[in-house]
């Protein structure tokens, strides 16, 4: 018998190519923003209570879905569909970790690297808005979930496109989930958007966007991010975070009316990928085992601390054993109530 799941992960899973900042090239490894969001999750409770939920075609690799079994997740909320899918993903750091998806061929000459033959082909994926009647095909469907899965009590739904983030929310609650935290797809936060907002954030736990995706949203409506938080809690949001990369996190928490800023914590950048979505899947576990925002807001920022530290999706699950609590306590002097 399957060891039962507590805590739902939905999401990407991708083929990533990556030229990371030290130069160095990562060619066709396992990526996508559940599998980091599950390690970030993974940092602070057993790798067994959660179930990743995913879509990929027939030709994923298969030996990286058993080696996110053999680390303890359980994968049978990945739906292998029976087509091809091109999961490819590349991308570049520039200034400031900036992230950068186009032209893989000028990058890699740029840094004397061999152009891999597996990115034949690519084209960088539209930056257009999500589309609000058709589904993708990694959309994620109600029946993609294991009905066992719906036992559990909390998830985190990561990006992944407009319908799939307001269908789910809405069956996870009507299933008994307690606690529902969403970071939006960049094709959400949109001024276009701008109306569909409020039933997107209504009951959630926690919305969870970067800066960049917030101000967007915003633009031509306000400037002042804790402005826009309180916007965003006002329509039945409990805690808005707003994740700003190496200048760390702001949390609003509308039952308190409680404003906090807190630092990154002073990791030492090796691969910002999936720092974010490593946050999303720490603040689950932290606000399961407080129930306390800010709490929940630390063990998300020391779960996005070490996986910036290396490459790969479970970098930060080989860490030394006790570094994330001792991280978690120096964390603590640098929080700064607004």
Request: proline share 7%; hydrophobic share 40%.
């Amino acid at each position: 018998m399957a060891p039962s799941v507590k805590y739902i992960l939905a999401g990407q899973l991708r083929r990533d190519f990556a030229l990371i900042p030290n130069g160095k090239a990562l060619i066709d490894i396992l990526g996508g923003n559940v599998i980091y969001a599950a390690a970030g999750f993974g940092v602070w409770e057993p790798a067994s209570l959660a179930g990743v939920v995913a879509r990929v075609g027939e030709d994923f690799p298969s030996e990286w879905l058993e080696d996110i079994r053999k680390r303890g997740f359980d994968t049978r909320g990945i739906h292998v569909l029976p087509e091809a899918i091109d999961l490819r993903s590349f991308y570049v750091y520039g200034i400031g970790y900036t992230r950068l998806n186009e032209d893989p061929a000028a990058h890699f000459t740029r840094l004397q690297q061999p152009f891999p033959k597996a990115l034949l082909n690519y084209s960088r994926p539209g930056t257009s808005y999500d589309s609000r009647t058709r589904l993708m095909q990694t959309s994620l469907r109600q029946s993609d979930i294991p009905p066992d899965f719906l036992d559990a009590t909390a998830a985190h739904l990561c990006p992944i496109d407009f319908l799939t983030h307001m269908l789910l929310p809405a069956v996870l609650r009507q299933n008994g989930f307690t606690t529902v935290t969403l970071d939006p797809s960049a094709g959400t936060m949109s001024p276009t958007f701008w109306d569909d907002v409020p039933a997107l954030v209504t009951g959630l736990t926690a919305f969870l966007p970067n800066e960049d995706e917030m101000r967007k949203l915003f633009h031509g409506r306000s400037t002042d991010l804790w402005q826009m938080m309180e916007a965003i809690a006002g329509y039945g949001c409990e805690i808005v975070v707003v994740k700003r990369g190496e200048s760390g996190q702001y949390l609003y928490d509308r039952a308190t009316n409680a404003r906090w800023e807190v630092p990154a914590y002073p990791a030492r950048v090796t691969d910002p990928t999936g720092a974010g979505d490593a946050y999303c899947g720490g603040f689950l576990a932290g606000y399961r085992q407080t129930y306390e925002p800010l709490q929940a807001a630390l063990y998300g920022n020391i779960s996005a601390s070490l996986t910036v530290e290396g490459s790969g999706a479970f970098y930060a699950l080989d860490a030394l054993p006790g570094l994330a609590h001792g991280r978690l306590e120096a964390l603590k002097a640098g929080i700064r109530k607004v």
